[in-house]
């Protein structure tokens, strides 16, 4: 089973942030918070990870909750293009390339 | 550099029949790890090879199997195929494995769509 919980569908207007929630309350402390998403009918596509700290790509941003059991990955200007499916998994980095994808977030941007 | 390729990107088969996927991953991968994504169970892991070795095993029936080559191209092969078989598979490489060989973020291919009828 899915280690996170996150929202069904999110709607959010072209040009805003878009800021999609995670929860992860069992998540352990060697585990990292990982963000993929999916536009319809592609391989998901990795976004950003991390441990702890917050974190910032040219893609996106993840803040981390101080006691790790949640995440916000933030669009910083959502255009058109980043309607999908966005999935948040906990996952060991180095030992394994399994990943637990639960239903993941449907963000639907509109102009 | 090439991503991830899987060849073919769509396949239709007859119930009882097998069939074989391939992957090839991104170059210096040695980690290869494969998906069904079908609309009722969402995406599910199927099992990941790391130098010719399965390393992890999700929860499928024995007919779903695979391999890995030394040049860490993948198969992915399923017998005596079922309607519910139809979905898309998946496969990913990373560098999990090679500690210090860089960011270990799985890329995926896009994707052989099976259809069983």
């Known amino acids: 089973d899915a280690k996170t919980t996150q929202p069904t569908s999110m709607d959010c207007a072209e040009g805003r942030a878009a800021n999609l929630p995670c929860n992860h309350s069992?998540?352990?402390?060697?585990?990292?918070v990982y963000w993929y998403r999916q536009i319809h009918s592609q391989g998901p596509q990795y976004i950003i990870h991390?441990?702890?700290n917050n974190e910032t790509n040219e893609m996106a941003s993840l803040i981390i909750t101080e006691d790790r059991k949640s995440s916000t990955l933030i669009l910083p200007h959502a255009t058109l293009r980043d309607t999908a499916v966005y999935y948040c998994?906990?996952?060991?980095?180095?030992?394994?390339?399994?990943?637990?994808f639960g239903t993941g977030t449907r963000l639907q941007v509109f102009p | 550099k090439a991503g991830v390729t899987q060849t073919p990107r769509y396949l239709i088969k007859t119930r009882g029949q097998q069939v074989t996927l391939s992957c090839s991953p991104i170059?210096?991968?040695?980690?290869v790890s494969w998906y069904q994504q079908t609309p009722g169970q969402g995406l599910q892991f199927l099992f990941e090879?790391?130098?010719?070795?399965?390393?992890n095993k999700g929860n499928f029936p024995g007919r779903f199997s695979g391999r890995q080559f030394s040049n860490s191209r993948s198969e992915m092969n399923v017998s005596t195929l079922e309607l519910g078989d139809s979905a898309l598979y998946l496969c990913?490489?990373?560098?999990?494995?090679?500690?210090?060989?860089?960011?270990?973020?799985?890329?995926f291919g896009q994707g052989t769509r099976l259809t069983v009828v």
């Open positions: 170059s210096g991968h040695r980690s």
């Open positions: 090879y790391f130098s010719e070795t399965q390393r």
């Open positions: 998994i906990v996952r060991l980095r180095y030992n394994t390339d399994k990943l637990i």
């Open positions: 069992t998540i352990s402390g060697n585990e990292y």
């Open positions: 990913a490489s990373s560098l999990v494995g090679d500690r210090g060989k860089g960011d270990t973020e799985a890329f």
């Open positions: 991390g441990l702890k």
